[in-house]
C-alpha cells in the first residue's frame, strides 16, 4: 500500500489513505445541499430501477450484478438518503427526476 502511495505522487497524483478519504467523504456530505449529490452514477441507475417497480433479481439481472450487489446499493441509496422504505425511495426518485 505504502509504495502505492509514493509511486501515485512521484505521478503527480494524489493519494489519500482510506481514513483520510473517509473523513474528506464525510465532511462533504455534510456540506452538501442536493443529496442526490451524494450518490454515485451506480446508486442513481439503482435509484432509477428501483422507482420504475424492478425487484432486486430485475434489476441484477438488468445491470448485470448480483442481487447481494443490489441489495448493497439499495441500502446504501436508502442511509445516504436517510430513507427507510422503498416507497420512501419511489417518491424521492419521482421528485428528484429520476422518473416521471
Do not use: C, W
Amino acid at each position: 500500500m505504502h509504495r502505492d502511495a509514493v509511486r501515485a505522487v512521484a505521478r503527480g497524483e494524489a493519494h489519500l489513505s482510506p481514513s483520510v478519504a473517509d473523513a474528506v467523504l464525510t465532511d462533504y456530505g455534510k456540506h452538501v445541499t442536493n443529496p442526490v449529490d451524494l450518490l454515485t452514477a451506480r446508486e442513481r441507475e439503482v435509484l432509477r430501477l428501483i422507482a420504475e417497480g424492478g425487484t432486486n433479481k430485475d434489476i441484477a439481472n438488468q445491470l448485470s450484478l448480483s442481487v447481494y450487489t443490489v441489495e448493497g446499493h439499495r441500502g446504501r441509496l436508502m442511509e445516504k438518503l436517510k430513507l427507510h422504505s422503498t416507497g420512501n425511495l419511489v417518491r424521492f426518485a419521482i421528485r428528484n427526476g429520476f422518473i416521471s
